[in-house]
Nanobody, 118 residues
């Protein structure tokens, strides 16, 4: 069983920045696709960004150009740098890990609250 432990998040004013981290308890981290999802109150969980084991990245249109996903395979950690935050970015953010060959995300972090005030 892989554990994903998140850190970061909190309260920030609109236009500010935050960085989320997600550390995985596995030496196989470099073979995982890692992603960030978020869920706002009353809304369904939505995709934010992904970083595949090959290094390619993908972003939701709503965050492209403002958020950056990156990973450090030496630390088994994936990051989400969030800049130019907007009130509509307020949500619980969760990291997820997909084992190579899997069609779903197999492991999830505990979630962390990000609140952007206007």
């Amino acid at each position: 069983q892989v554990q994903l432990v998140q850190s970061g998040g909190g309260l920030v004013q609109a236009g500010g920045s935050l960085r989320l981290s997600c550390a995985a308890s596995t030496r196989a981290f470099s073979s995982f696709t890692m992603a960030w999802y978020r869920q706002a109150p009353g809304k369904e969980r939505e995709f934010v960004a992904a970083n595949s084991w090959s290094g390619s990245t993908d972003y939701a249109g709503s965050v492209k150009g403002r958020f950056t996903i990156s990973r450090d395979n030496t630390k088994n950690t994936v990051y989400l740098q969030m800049n130019s935050l907007k009130p509509e970015d307020t949500a619980v953010y969760s990291c997820a890990a997909q084992v190579i060959g899997s069609v779903t995300y197999d492991f999830w972090g505990q979630g962390t609250q990000v609140t952007v005030s206007s």
